[in-house]
Antibody, heavy 120, light 108 residues
């Protein structure tokens, strides 16, 4: 069971970025997937969740309107589109799986994280 | 939205017990999960649904809930338990996940 994020890097303020997460080792379409970020030296911040069939999508109030989550079950991939990036978006972004596939279940699998730095 | 509060740090001697509180209104009625994050690593789930240990998590780590406090307890603390610990709660009113600010456990 593995999650591997990609797409991180250096972005100018006001720019956009699309993160991806490749899943393997489990029946991907059964599970709710999530994005969590962690600013340098700070705690964990949940960003968004999407159910297995994409019927339900949830966003944190703090980023709603600037981000969009999506998934491709055929490709076993998860994506996070982020727009209007600012310095406060500098963080490690983690892709996670929800245990049991239900929305309120714990995040039992985490990727290694993708670093996003917003700087001019 | 729902708020959960953790102390920034807890110190404990080797072999003793560390208790990490996560305080929130009526938290006993919420789904509470706990994560351990060692320096430079991704978080690891250590307790789900307040009490359940995933495979591979030692029995020294346990969870409990009372009216307004969920607690992660680490018994017979070892040097390897030194890490940041986060509680997490699903708020069904706002349909959002909430993380506590994290507690750094230092083994003296």
């Amino acid at each position: 069971v593995r999650l591997v994020e990609s797409g991180g890097g250096l972005v100018k303020p006001g720019g956009s970025l699309r993160l991806s997460c490749a899943a393997s080792g489990f029946t991907y379409n059964y599970y709710t997937m999530n994005w969590v970020r962690q600013a340098p030296g700070k705690g964990l911040q949940w960003l968004s969740s999407i159910t297995g069939n994409s019927n339900y999508i949830y966003y944190a109030d703090s980023v709603k309107g600037r981000i969009s989550i999506s998934r491709d079950n055929a490709e076993k991939s998860l994506h996070l589109q982020m727009d209007g990036l600012g310095a406060g978006d500098t963080a490690v972004y983690y892709c996670t799986r929800s245990l049991l596939g239900t929305t309120e279940a714990a995040f039992d699998i985490w990727g290694q994280g993708a670093m996003v730095t917003v700087s001019s | 939205s729902y708020v959960v509060t953790q102390p920034p740090s807890v110190s404990v001697a080797p072999g003793k017990t560390a208790s990490i509180p996560c305080v929130g209104d009526n938290i006993e009625f919420y789904r509470v999960h706990w994560y351990q994050q060692r320096p430079g690593q991704a978080p690891v789930l250590v307790i789900s649904f307040g009490y359940d240990r995933p495979p591979g998590i030692p029995a020294r780590i346990s969870g409990s809930k009372s009216a307004n406090t969920a607690t992660l307890t680490i018994s017979r603390v070892e040097a390897g338990d030194e890490a940041d610990y986060y509680c997490q709660v699903w708020d069904p009113t706002s349909d959002q996940w909430v993380f506590g600010g994290g507690t750094k456990v230092t083994v003296l």
